[in-house]
């Protein structure tokens, strides 16, 4: 599923966002590839914040994710490791300007990426599997990204991977 949904970056994602695997156009666009061991994509944010320096509206989407998680905290009964990572990532500078109020809650945003010349406007969709009761395959997910424009520029930088 990941790699036919090309152009266009995909991610498997574990319950705590832990990479386990991921398309071409990911690893193009935003660096993120599956090792050997899980690399937790929000940590990873927070422990380099240099990264954010690619994205174009950063405060929203930092507002956006902390927002996921809070909901995904709140529909897991206050799971500890979700407490956890929320925990860490407010009190994580990178994170702090989400924390303020400033940004507008709605259904989704628009990731604004830079990448090369253009920027790249995605909005995501997350597909889950399997019954609710088989916990292995329910906490995993796929998070396919979108355009969000009538711009294909995607298709035209990374359209050969």
């Given at each position: 599923?990941?790699?036919?949904?090309?152009?266009?970056p995909a991610?498997l994602?574990?319950?705590y966002?832990?990479?386990?695997?991921?398309n071409?156009?990911?690893e193009?666009?935003?660096?993120?590839?599956?090792g050997?061991a899980?690399?937790?994509?929000?940590?990873?944010?927070?422990?380099?914040?240099e990264?954010?320096?690619?994205?174009?509206?950063?405060?929203?989407?930092?507002?956006h994710?902390?927002?996921?998680?809070?909901?995904?905290?709140?529909?897991?009964?206050?799971?500890?490791k979700?407490a956890?990572?929320?925990?860490?990532?407010?009190a994580?500078?990178?994170?702090?300007?989400?924390?303020?109020?400033?940004c507008a809650?709605?259904?989704?945003?628009?990731?604004?990426?830079?990448f090369?010349?253009?920027?790249?406007?995605?909005?995501s969709a997350?597909?889950?599997?399997?019954?609710?009761?088989?916990?292995?395959v329910?906490?995993l997910?796929i998070?396919?990204?979108?355009?969000?424009?009538?711009d294909?520029a995607?298709?035209?930088l990374?359209?050969?991977?």
């Amino acid at each position: 599923m990941l790699d036919r949904h090309m152009p266009y970056p995909a991610v498997l994602i574990y319950r705590y966002w832990n990479l386990l695997d991921s398309n071409a156009s990911c690893e193009a666009i935003f660096g993120l590839s599956a090792g050997p061991a899980p690399i937790n994509i929000l940590k990873m944010i927070s422990d380099h914040p240099e990264l954010t320096e690619s994205f174009g509206n950063w405060p929203e989407v930092a507002h956006h994710l902390l927002t996921r998680l809070q909901t995904e905290l709140n529909a897991s009964g206050g799971d500890p490791k979700l407490a956890e990572l929320m925990d860490g990532l407010k009190a994580a500078p990178v994170f702090q300007a989400a924390n303020h109020g400033i940004c507008a809650s709605h259904p989704f945003i628009p990731t604004k990426i830079r990448f090369g010349d253009k920027v790249l406007s995605l909005v995501s969709a997350i597909a889950h599997f399997g019954p609710a009761t088989d916990i292995t395959v329910s906490d995993l997910r796929i998070e396919f990204s979108l355009p969000a424009d009538a711009d294909l520029a995607i298709r035209q930088l990374i359209g050969n991977l």
